[in-house]
Structure formats: C-alpha cells, structure tokens
C-alpha cells in the first residue's frame, strides 16, 4: 500500500511539472511573440537610410506622425465621418443643417467641427472657382526633373508664380508634377521656357475634365 501511495506520489508530482512546465512555454510564447510585434513596430516606424534616394526625395516617415495618424483614427466616429462627408459637399452648410441631419444639437456639432480641426482633419475651408469663367483657358500638368540640390530654388520659385495650381513631388522618370492655369498657348510656353533651367519636362493640356475635384470617401477610413 505504501508502494501504492508513493507511486500515485510521483505520478501526481509529474503532471504538476508538466502542466506548470506547459504554462510556463506558453507564457514565454505569447512573451516571443508580443517582442517580435513591438519589434516589428519599431522596424516600420525607422526613418529611411541617410543615403537613400527615398531621403533625398523626402519620403521620409516617422512613428510618431503615425502614431498621431492612428489615435486620430481611432477617436473617429461614424457621427464625425458624416460631418466630413457634408462639409466636403457644401463647407457653407450651417451648423443647424448638420445638426439636423446628424440628430445633434448644434453646439455639439460645433464642437465636434472644433476637434475636426484642431486635430488637422479639418484643414481649410476653400471657394471652388471655374479657371474657364476667369479666363483660364489653357489648364496643364507638367512633368519636371528636377535633381536633390536644385528642389529649394525651384519650390521657392514655384511658390512664386501664381499660375501653379498645385506642384507634388513624385514618383517615377520625373521627380515633379505640376497642375498649372494660363491664359493662353504663349503664357505655357513662356512657363515652360523658364522651367527648363531646372531640368527636362514633359507637359499635356487637358482637353476636358470628366472627374473634377472632390473629397475623399470619409466612409472608407
């Protein structure tokens, strides 16, 4: 009997090692894999290598704009996404028309407009205006290549010229994209003339818009 109970014993003992030794490689597990997602984290926040083209073209992201990105996201709701959505179809709608049609009262959605933009959601309220009706006729987009060491002379004179509707850096063959409005061919190409000094380019006219410019869909985000 005595053998009996002993034995019972030590077969007790080793299924408690076994289970606390089982618990114990599960912890250390889910501990690995915690380490390797914060690492991972970390590794997609890094900012680009000093020498690389992404740098010189300043593509460059860092964790904390990202990080801010997502909490923006996350405080987010379906109530401030239909904001979004009616603003970017009339910027002029009164609070009491948004109210309306969210089922707030109006200094709630005003505060809510005020967070939109204190958090940069929000960034400006602009007028549409037709370039055509102000005599505009000639709409472009211009390719320009542009090396590293010449981008702060060029943005400073694209800032300058007015007729520069927008000016992105981008990918590709050509490192600059502009969206330009003149009064005529000559006016172009006198442009044209002047941006040459900095590198190639390559422009279209447009001949028609059947896509004009609007806002982003909110309801994706």
């Known amino acids: 009997m005595k053998e009996l109970k002993e034995i019972r014993k030590e077969k007790k003992t080793v299924q408690t090692k076994r289970s606390v030794g089982a618990v114990f490689l599960c912890y250390n597990v889910q501990q690995a894999q915690q380490k390797n997602k914060r690492r991972q984290r970390r590794h997609l926040f890094l900012p680009a290598p000093a020498d690389s083209r992404a740098r010189q073209r300043g593509f460059v992201s860092f964790g904390k704009h990202f990080k801010a990105q997502e909490e923006v996201l996350m405080l987010m709701d379906d109530i401030d996404r239909k904001i979004l959505k009616l603003l970017q179809e009339n910027a002029r709608m009164s609070l009491k028309t948004i109210a309306e049609k969210t089922f707030l009262s109006s200094p709630a959605v005003s505060a809510r407009i005020e967070k939109l933009e204190k958090d940069g959601v929000i ?14 006729h000639i709409l472009a987009f211009i390719n320009l290549d542009v090396i590293p060491e010449d981008k702060p002379k060029f943005y400073a004179f694209a800032e300058s010229v007015p007729n520069v509707l927008e000016c992105s850096c981008v990918t590709g063959e050509y490192s600059m994209l502009m969206k330009v409005a003149f009064h005529s061919t000559m006016e172009l190409d006198i442009f044209i003339g002047q941006l040459q000094k900095f590198g190639k380019t390559s422009t279209q006219i447009v001949f028609s ?12 985000v």
Request: hydrophobic share 35%; proline share 8%; no cysteine.
């Open 209 to 220: 818009t059947h896509v004009g410019p609007r806002g982003v869909d909110v309801d994706e």
């Open 123 to 136: 960034a400006g309220y602009h007028a549409m205006v037709d370039p055509m009706k102000l005599g505009y």
